[in-house]
């Protein structure tokens, strides 16, 4: 593949929608063909390869791939040697970091990690779980699961290692949390030789500020206004910011436009608020990325 070409992975299940909504936002129209592996995107100098986040540091850490997004988790438990980019605070349900808990069922004996000894744990992370009962100096049998790991106990296993956002699939199984074992959000990784390439890190970094403008966009909108200069104060006081209201004059010296952005869930609560004050053609809009 020609050098000036950035091999990036995509990551497939969960995270491929909000994957491409995020890109979509960005300013890059991301394509998924039916039964195709290479999404196509409207930049000839990216090619994309849709790999699950589970493999993606492995391609990532042996060149087969410049750079791709998936979860910390999944550097750490394939112990991949990778350059860690950026952090994307991404997830299909929320903008929260999921977490890797220890979940037994509710009524199990189990309490904290001491109790786990000589015990049977089901889970798709068995080298996060083996280190993390190392580090608390207990031995147990640590099984890998394929799936549907929430039916396991008690029958087939003690316990399991799960990742959870909600933690609404637990409690519908049964299942209580004990403890955290992991908190991970998405990030965007490097092969380590891609990352020093000049041409491939600078296209790298392109991508990473465009993806980390439109999610610092999400939920806020623009707030246009003309207000008399004797009502400004009045209206500054109700406005908040992002920064610092912008502020320009307009063809009649008494008035001025008066520009900010806020989060979308204050505007039906300010915007009459700022009429009273003294506001008018107010208009809201919509952001697609803030850069900072």
Not at 42 to 51: G, W
Request: with cysteine; proline share 4%; charged share 25%.
């Amino acid at each position: 593949m020609n050098d000036t070409v950035l091999k990036l992975g995509i990551p497939a299940g969960s995270l491929q929608d909000a994957t491409a909504e995020l890109f979509r936002k960005a300013g890059y129209k991301l394509t998924f063909a039916s039964r195709s592996y290479y999404p196509s995107i409207d930049d000839k100098e990216i090619h994309c390869t849709l790999i699950r986040a589970q493999e993606m540091a492995r391609y990532v850490e042996d060149g087969s791939l410049d750079c791709g997004l998936t979860g910390h988790d999944w550097v750490l438990e394939n112990d991949a040697q990778v350059t860690e980019l950026a952090e994307l605070v991404f997830s299909k349900v929320s903008r929260r970091p999921v977490r890797w808990v220890l979940a037994v069922p509710n009524d199990s004996p189990i309490q904290g990690p001491k109790d786990l000894e000589g015990k049977r744990i089901a889970t798709e992370v068995v080298n996060l779980t083996k280190r993390w009962l190392a580090s608390h100096g207990v031995t147990a049998q640590v099984e890998f699961s394929w799936g549907a790991t929430e039916v396991k106990p008690p029958r087939l296993a003690d316990a399991i290692v799960e990742v959870t956002e909600t933690g609404s699939s637990l409690k519908a199984n049964n299942l209580r949390i004990v403890c955290d074992i992991l908190q991970s959000t998405t990030r965007f990784i490097a092969n380590e030789a891609a990352a020093k390439d000049p041409w491939k890190r600078q296209k790298m970094d392109d991508l990473i500020l465009m993806l980390k403008g439109a999610m610092a966009a999400e939920g806020k909108v623009g707030l246009m206004m003309n207000v008399r200069r004797d009502k400004l104060e009045s209206v500054l006081i109700i406005l908040p910011a992002l920064q610092t209201p912008t502020i320009s004059s307009l063809s009649d010296p008494s008035w001025v436009d008066v520009n900010t952005i806020l989060e979308e869930a204050e505007v039906r609560r300010i915007i009459p608020r700022l009429k009273a004050a003294g506001a008018s053609g107010i208009v809201e809009y919509g952001i697609n990325k803030i850069i900072d």
